[in-house]
Nanobody, 126 residues
Framework: QVQLVESGGGLVQAGGSLRLSCAAS????????MGWFRQAPGKEREFVAA????????YYADSVKGRFTISRDNAKNTVYLQMNSLKPEDTAVYYC???????????????????WGQGTQVTVSS
């Protein structure tokens, strides 16, 4: 079992930056692939970014590629999402997720993750 707590959300103007953090506790953090997902009002939860257990490989949704960067520090049991050049359409609740996945095809799929944080709100004003 792993517990996840996100932080770092807030209100930012379009073009600005935020860095989200997700702190994990419980079983060995490095055993888990980590993902970031988001959910806007009235929309389905969608994939944003994922990192393999070591962090050597990362994956991104096309909508955030080149603007967002996922990274992890296994010594600190933390995964990050650096978000640059933010747009109003990035407004959503952002969730981190964990699972013992190794297949990159599964790492971009919401229901493949067993463990979720409570979410942190990101609002981008125009």
């Amino acid at each position: 079992q792993v517990q996840l707590v996100e932080s770092g959300g807030g209100l930012v103007q379009a073009g600005g930056s935020l860095r989200l953090s997700c702190a994990a506790s419980g079983r060995t953090f490095s055993s888990y692939a980590m993902g970031w997902f988001r959910q806007a009002p009235g929309k389905e939860r969608e994939f944003v970014a994922a990192a393999t257990r070591s962090g050597d490989n990362t994956y991104y949704a096309d909508s955030v590629k080149g603007r967002f960067t996922i990274s992890r520090d296994n010594a600190k049991n933390t995964v990050y999402l650096q978000m640059n050049s933010l747009k109003p359409e990035d407004t959503a609740v952002y969730y981190c997720a964990a699972d013992t996945l190794s297949d990159p095809i599964k790492m971009v799929v919401t229901h493949e993750y067993d463990y979720w944080g409570q979410g942190t709100q990101v609002t981008v004003s125009s």
